[in-house]
């Protein structure tokens, strides 16, 4: 039996330095240090590009290097997902493929190589056939959906 581990990581680009801060602090950080601690371990992790800015601007390039550094051990698979956490049926395709584009292309900026989305996260889980037929141009070999979030 498998078991998968996926985790939403994900504040809004406009969240305060200070809550960031302690959710960083009292969350984040903990997840990594488990990870560090148990090198068999692996999950998912969905790190929107806009949390990855927030984090390298309020000083935590620190967490970021070991995200980074448990990726290229295998231990985090990243998914993609859209940089700016809009949902996805509602804007035009061509905005689709840009927030996914730009996602991609900030966390490869953070995360190198390492960052290297096979599967993706929609944000809320909405997702239609529109978004399924980007998904599908863009490469990605699976998508994270809830029944709930189809429109």
């Known amino acids: 039996m498998h078991f998968a581990l996926v985790l939403h990581i994900y504040q809004p680009p406009t969240q305060l330095p200070r809550w960031l801060k302690l959710i960083t602090t009292q969350s984040y950080e903990k997840i990594v240090g488990l990870l560090e601690d148990y090198p068999r371990a692996r999950l998912t992790i969905n790190l929107n590009a806009s949390l990855t800015e927030q984090l390298a601007h309020d000083g935590f390039t620190g967490l970021l290097g070991r995200i980074r550094a448990l990726a290229e051990r295998g231990q985090i698979e990243f998914t993609g997902s859209a940089a700016y956490h809009p949902i996805l049926p509602h804007i035009p395709r061509r905005e689709i493929a840009r927030q996914i584009n730009l996602n ?22 909405a997702y239609n056939d529109t978004v399924g037929e980007v998904l599908e141009r863009l490469g990605f070999q699976w998508t994270l959906i809830d029944g709930t979030g189809i429109a």
């Open 104 to 125: 991609t292309s900030i966390n490869q900026s953070y995360f190198g190589s390492a960052y290297q989305p096979r599967g993706f996260f929609p944000p809320e889980l």
